[in-house]
């Protein structure tokens, strides 16, 4: 990884997570920089990163070849403004890691025609198990999608996409994502509790399963359907179960889901957006 100096403002859970993430990777916290109005905040990634850390968003700004914008998404315009005129001055990269802010609206308020990538990421980013999605608008060059892959591989897995505009379906897919997996873990924890298990082991019994299963999804070679038919016998209990969540419409439950969360992710990205 090249020793490009990289600021944050922002110096929330995202920070931490991709500071130590970045650190645990080789980079020297002497080229890392948090901005926060905190002290506090300052104080905990001063201790526990060791990293250059301000007050001052500028002062981070001026030190940056990659800014990351960590802030809150209702916070970015305005921090964005405080740091326009370094950013148009020495053109860092400028990676966004705020939910449903879209690129174009971010470049604008740091002045226009900025280097932007535009990141999603999702909250098992906090334990570096993240997904995110990344897009980058045409000023970035390949060195700095490079390096904006490489921040965001701090804390999980990282993957481009093309146009902005699945960054919706993005959000609908991973970025709630975890969501529904909780939800179903709740779900199967009850339905076994109903059947008499004691709570501890039933809540313990669900969580297990779900981790061998997304472990046996992502470490083998086999897709998600063929492992499940490899563990569906014909007559057998898997395949009553199934059937049952078949006859209730699971499957269409969650295109409509998604459908609903990709529609919000635009009616929220419409919102922010507004000057
Ligand atoms: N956490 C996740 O799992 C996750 C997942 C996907 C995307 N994201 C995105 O990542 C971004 C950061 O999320 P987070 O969870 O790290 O939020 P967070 O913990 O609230 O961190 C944001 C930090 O920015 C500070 N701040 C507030 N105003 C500021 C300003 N003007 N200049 C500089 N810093 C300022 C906040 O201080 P105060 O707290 O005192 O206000 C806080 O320390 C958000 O835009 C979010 O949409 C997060």
Redesign the pocket.
């Known amino acids: 990884m090249s020793e490009s100096t990289i600021a944050f ?8 997570s991709l500071v130590g993430g970045l650190i645990a990777g080789g980079r020297s916290p002497q080229h890392l920089w948090v ?4 002290v506090d ?1 300052l104080d905990t990634h001063r201790h526990r990163h060791g990293i250059n850390v301000t007050q001052e ?1 500028t002062e981070a700004a001026a030190h940056a070849d990659v800014i990351v ?5 209702q ?2 315009r ?2 964005a403004a ?1 740091i326009a005129s370094i950013v148009q001055e020495r053109q860092p990269l400028v990676l966004s ?5 879209r690129e174009p609206d971010i470049s604008r308020w740091l002045g226009g025609n900025v280097p932007v990538v535009r990141a ?4 098992p ?2 334990l570096r198990c ?1 997904a995110t999605a990344l897009y980058a608008n045409p000023s970035v060059s390949a060195a700095q999608k490079t390096l904006a892959e490489e921040i965001m591989a701090a804390v999980g897995m990282a993957l481009w996409v093309d146009e902005e505009a699945h960054m919706d379906a993005v959000t609908a897919t991973s ?1 709630s994502g975890p969501a529904y997996f909780f939800l179903v873990m709740e779900a199967m924890e009850n339905a076994a509790r109903s059947l008499d298990l004691p709570p501890e082991l039933a809540r313990r019994l669900v969580l297990q399963t779900a981790l061998g299963a997304a472990r046996m999804a992502n470490e083998g070679d086999d897709d998600p359907a063929t492992l499940r038919e490899k563990v569906t016998s014909p007559g057998g209990t898997t395949a009553a179960a199934l059937e049952v969540l078949r006859e209730q419409g699971l499957e269409e439950c969650f295109r409509k889901a998604l459908t609903a969360a990709r529609d919000r992710s635009q009616t929220l990205s419409d919102e922010f957006g507004r000057d």
Do not use: C, R, W, Y
């Not at 890691?97 to 802010?101: M, R, S, T, V």
């Not at 999603?120 to 909250?123: A, D, G, H, L, Q």
């Open positions: 403002i922002g110096g929330g859970n995202m920070a931490h901005a926060d109005p905190f905040q968003n914008m960590a802030v809150k998404p916070i970015l305005e921090a405080q890691i705020a939910a449903g802010l999603m990421p999702n909250t980013s906090l993240g970025g």
